[in-house]
C-alpha cells in the first residue's frame, strides 16, 4: 500500500511522539469536543455514545502534601459528601459528574473546600494541555528524532477521518517507561473519542484461567514453602514512611523528606527499578539476585551505558544467577546461567495480548523434547 510510511522514533521516546501530536492537536482544536465533554456512565448513554472519559473532573492543582494530584469530590465541599468526582457544567456550577450531561473541557479556578481551604482546580483535559505545551515541538523533535513536519503530519492525518482511526501501543513500548509512553499514546484515541468504537481501539475480551491445583503440583501451598517478607528492594507497594531511612531520620530529629530515591506504594513489581537499587545499595544491597526471564539492560532504555560496569564488580553484587532460554545482553554477564526451557520446549497456557474482542485462551504443547 503506497500510503504506507514506516517512522523510525528513538527507543523509549514514543511518548515524545504522542505529546508532540497532542500538542498539535491542542494547538489546532483536533480533538472531539462533544465528546470529551460528557462526564460520565448517565450522560454517556443519554447521548448514545460506547465510553466517556474524565477529561472534564477536576483535579486539585495545588502542591498539598495531602491533596495534590487528587480528584475534587463532593466530600471535598461538604462533609457529608459522597466520594464522587465533580465537574463544572456549562453554567459554571461545580456539580455532580455522574448527574451532568455535559461539562466544561478547560477549568481553571478556586474553589474553598469544607474545611476553609482554597485550592486550585483544573480539568483533566486542562492539565493534558498544560502537560503538552510544556515543550515546544522543535523539542519533542528533538527527543524522538522525528521531523517537526513529520509530527504535525501525523497529527493532521490522524484527526483527519473524524473517529475512523486508531494508534496503538504493544511491542514496540516494552521498555522500562513503556507505561507511560503507552499512556500517551491512548490519549491519542481519547482526544478523538474513538473508544468502544468502529473504527477506533476496544479493550481485549480477556482470557480463561488455564492453571489450577492438580494432585501432583500445587505452587501456591506446600509444605516448608518460605513467604516473602520484608521491604521489596524496589520500592514498590511500600511507603517511604514504613522503611528505616524515614524512621532514622525522624529519630534523629532531622526531616525525613525529601527521600533518597523515588518511592512507589501503590505500585507493583518494578523490575526497573529492582536492580539498580541493588547495584547502589538503596534501600538495602543484595548478596544474590535470580532473574526469571528478565534482561533490564535492552527492557530499560540507557540503563546498560551506566549500570553494566557495576553489574560486573561483585563488590556490589556478589551473586547473580540467570534462569533463562536464552543468552542476552543481561543474562550474558551472570556468574551462572540456567537453562530454561522455550515455548516450543514446554506446556502452558497462552491468550491474546489484544485485538481480539472474545475471551479466549489455548493450550500450549511442546513441538520437541527439550534441549536440557
Known amino acids: 500500500d503506497p500510503r504506507g510510511r514506516w517512522q523510525p522514533v528513538m527507543p523509549g521516546s514514543d511518548s515524545a511522539l504522542a505529546m508532540g501530536m497532542i500538542r498539535w492537536i491542542m494547538d489546532n482544536q483536533r480533538y472531539n469536543a462533544d465528546y470529551l465533554a460528557i462526564p460520565g456512565v448517565q450522560a454517556m448513554q443519554q447521548a448514545g455514545e460506547q465510553s466517556w472519559t474524565n477529561a472534564t473532573h477536576l483535579v486539585i492543582a495545588d502542591e498539598l502534601p495531602t491533596l495534590a494530584g487528587q480528584h475534587l469530590t463532593l466530600r471535598h465541599l461538604t462533609p457529608d459528601g459522597e466520594e464522587t468526582p465533580v465537574v463544572l457544567n456549562t453554567d459554571g456550577e461545580l456539580v455532580d459528574a455522574s448527574t451532568c450531561r455535559q461539562a466544561r473541557l478547560f477549568v481553571t479556578q478556586y474553589v474553598t473546600l469544607a474545611d476553609g481551604q482554597r485550592v486550585t482546580v483544573k480539568s483533566g483535559l486542562q492539565r493534558l494541555k498544560e502537560a503538552a505545551e510544556k515543550l515546544s515541538l522543535a523539542q519533542y523533535s528533538e527527543q524522538c528524532g522525528v521531523p517537526e513536519a513529520q509530527i504535525i503530519a501525523l497529527a493532521e492525518t490522524f484527526t483527519a477521518h473524524g473517529r475512523k482511526a486508531a494508534v496503538i501501543s504493544h511491542g514496540g513500548m ?199
Do not use: C
Not at 203 to 209: I, L, R, S, Y
Not at 271 to 288: H, N, Q, V
Not at 311 to 318: A, C, G, N, S
Open 174 to 372: 516494552m521498555a522500562g517507561n513503556g507505561f507511560y509512553n503507552a499512556w500517551s499514546v491512548m490519549m491519542l484515541n481519547a482526544l478523538i473519542g474513538n473508544l468502544s468504537l468502529s473504527g477506533g481501539v476496544f479493550v481485549g475480551g480477556g482470557k480463561f484461567n488455564g492453571v489450577s491445583d492438580g494432585p501432583r503440583y500445587n505452587m501456591n501451598s506446600f509444605a516448608g514453602k518460605v513467604k516473602p517478607s520484608g521491604l521489596s528492594i524496589a520500592r514498590s507497594k511500600t511507603a517511604y514512611e514504613a522503611s528505616e531511612e524515614y524512621r532514622d531520620k525522624i529519630a534523629g530529629g532531622q526531616s525525613p523528606y525529601p527521600a533518597k530515591a523515588p518511592w512507589y506504594p501503590f505500585v507493583a513489581g518494578q523490575l526497573t527499578e529492582l536492580l539498580t537499587s541493588a547495584l547502589e545499595g538503596y534501600p538495602y544491597p543484595l548478596k544474590a539476585w535470580i532473574s526469571n526471564m528478565s534482561n533490564p539492560f535492552y527492557g530499560v532504555p540507557g540503563l546498560r551505558a551506566v549500570a553494566e560496569e557495576k553489574l560486573k564488580d561483585p563488590r556490589r553484587l556478589p551473586l547473580f544467577i540467570a534462569i533463562d532460554a536464552f543468552m542476552n545482553e543481561t543474562t550474558a554477564l551472570a556468574d551462572y546461567i540456567v537453562p530454561d526451557t522455550h515455548n516450543f520446549e514446554s506446556w502452558g497456557f497462552t491468550a491474546p495480548w489484544g485485538g481480539v474482542a472474545s475471551k479466549a485462551t489455548t493450550a500450549r504443547w511442546p513441538v520437541v523434547a527439550p534441549a536440557t
